[in-house]
């Protein structure tokens, strides 16, 4: 059996550890201090696309903190609590229960976003941090839907106010798949933009991985073989 590197040994045991500390109250302490020892991750050969997504967000938040913001698909991460920490209004929804007791500036609701009790334009700002590619196949305990990602865009556009802001990271290639391990889709030009043609794109980022992330341009990206994919991240506008 072929050992596991150092480097990767060292990443995991970092993972384990940050995941291992609990406490709403530390939430964002935590986040910040995972954001911070992502940037040196890629020094140990270990580039965790999820410091790409991230940045993008973060670079491109509304500053208005009066904002009500879901974040889509939480329960296995600590962005939400940054998002309270900058004092928006902060809710999150997943169809897991999350993973310990949130403070009171968080509202959280364990369902899925298909079928949401929010009224209509309700939110300012969603975010789904690489969650629509699994929406609908059941791989995170949530129903099973057909076209589940198209779904949950409709639910989305009704929940977010007009003019409302939607951020969206994913992962791409040159056709649309959805994978047989654990489901997800990988996602084509065709197929990812057209899932938001009711939007305007405000800003987009492409990457593919060449033993880091690297930002290239849409065509290259989305070049890449389903088996190694690339990634997207889109600032969208709901019309």
């Not at 580039?47 to 491109?60: A, G, P, T």
């Not at 009171?104 to 941090?129: A, E, H």
């Not at 290259?220 to 709901?238: D, M, N, V, Y």
Request: hydrophobic residues 40%.
């Amino acid at each position: 059996m072929r050992s596991i590197p150092l480097k990767h040994k060292i990443a995991n045991k970092f993972g384990s550890m940050i995941k291992n500390i609990k406490g709403g109250h530390l939430g964002r302490g935590r986040f910040l201090f995972t954001y911070f020892i992502y940037h040196f991750l890629p020094y140990l050969g270990y580039d965790y696309s999820r410091l790409v997504e991230w940045k993008f967000i973060l670079r491109n938040l509304p500053k208005d903190k009066e904002s009500k913001v879901l974040d889509v698909g939480c329960t296995s991460s600590l962005f939400i609590y940054e998002l309270a920490g900058r004092g928006y209004e902060t809710y999150g929804i997943d169809t897991r229960k999350y993973c310990e007791a949130l403070p009171s500036r968080i509202k959280f609701l364990q369902s899925d976003i298909i079928n949401t009790p929010f009224p209509s334009g309700f939110f300012d700002i969603v975010i789904l941090i690489s969650v629509i590619e699994h929406i609908g196949l059941g791989t995170y305990q949530d129903p099973i839907y057909n076209e589940g990602d198209i779904g949950a865009v409709r639910e989305i556009r009704r929940i977010l106010k007009k003019g409302g802001f939607l951020f969206i990271t994913t992962l791409i290639g040159n056709r649309y798949i959805i994978t047989s391990d654990e489901p997800q889709r990988i996602y084509d030009k065709h197929r990812l933009l057209g899932l938001f043609k009711d939007f305007e794109i405000l800003n987009e980022r492409y990457y593919i991985f060449r033993k880091k992330w690297i930002e290239v341009d849409k065509d290259i990206a989305f070049e890449e073989p389903p088996e190694r994919f690339g990634l997207a991240c889109l600032l969208l506008k709901s019309l």
